[in-house]
């Protein structure tokens, strides 16, 4: 199944900086979505992007697609310390129904 | 805002002991799924349900694991004999029919601890 890749794998930003996470994967996807876990806890959905989007906003994330080099990218503006979290670039196999998710990027937002 | 319920928050349990979790999917949701995620490991898919019936599984999806839907509301993951490897947060998820994409909400989790 297909995996996204996150980088970097830990991030350590002082409150009010931008934070870029970024998300390569393999083959041809129809959508991908970002999503927030804090601490072991549940998880929350950020956003869902369709192949044929290049850029959707949302509050202060911002994600980007780039199909030709299999990558997307999620920015958080202005971070708070609550923004603290591991993001997951999930992707899904055309067909299936299963969500699969990489390692993610552990963000540390400074107070 | 809707929102998905999973119960208990918490479970410890003997090994060779079955444990029921459960979840209340979003109300107007087609698709219920159990994800899994061992302490300090990748969120893992399970298992999805849809119209009553398994739709997918994974292979960690043994002889061991069964889903039901025994009313309207709920959503159950059964675990037949618990063992040591089991121990992990078990997640919910529930999901509408969209053309062209979908999101699935996830439950808090639940935390199984089998000894």
């Known amino acids: 199944s297909q995996q996204g890749e996150e980088d970097p794998q830990a991030l350590s930003i002082q409150e009010g900086e931008n934070a870029t996470m970024n998300c390569s994967y393999k083959t041809s996807i129809n959508n991908l979505q970002w999503y927030r876990q804090n601490s072991g806890r549940g998880l929350v959905h950020l956003i869902l992007?369709?192949?044929?989007?290049r850029e959707k906003h949302s509050g202060r994330l911002r994600v980007t697609l780039d199909t030709s080099k299999k990558s997307s990218s999620l920015l958080i503006t202005a971070s708070r310390a609550a923004d603290t979290a591991s993001y997951f670039c999930?992707?899904?196999?055309?067909?299936?129904?299963?969500?699969?998710f990489g390692s993610g990027t552990r963000l540390q937002v400074q107070p | 805002e809707p929102e998905v319920t999973q119960t208990p928050s918490h479970q410890v349990t003997q090994m060779g002991q079955e444990v029921i979790l459960r979840c209340v999917p979003i109300?107007?949701?087609?698709?219920f799924y159990w994800y899994r995620q061992i302490l300090g490991q990748k969120v893992e898919f399970l298992v999805s349900f849809y119209n009553n019936e398994i739709s997918e599984k994974s292979e960690i999806f043994d002889d061991q694991f069964s889903v039901e839907r025994p009313d309207g509301s709920n959503f159950t993951l059964k675990i037949r004999s618990t063992k040591l490897e089991d121990s992990a947060m078990y997640f919910c998820?529930?999901?509408?029919?969209?053309?062209?994409?979908?999101?699935?909400?996830f439950g808090p989790g639940t935390r199984l601890l089998v000894l």
């Open positions: 109300s107007n949701h087609l698709y």
């Open positions: 998820a529930s999901s509408e029919m969209l053309a062209g994409g979908e999101t699935q909400y």
């Open positions: 992007i369709r192949s044929n989007e």
């Open positions: 999930v992707l899904r196999d055309t067909g299936r129904r299963a969500l699969t």
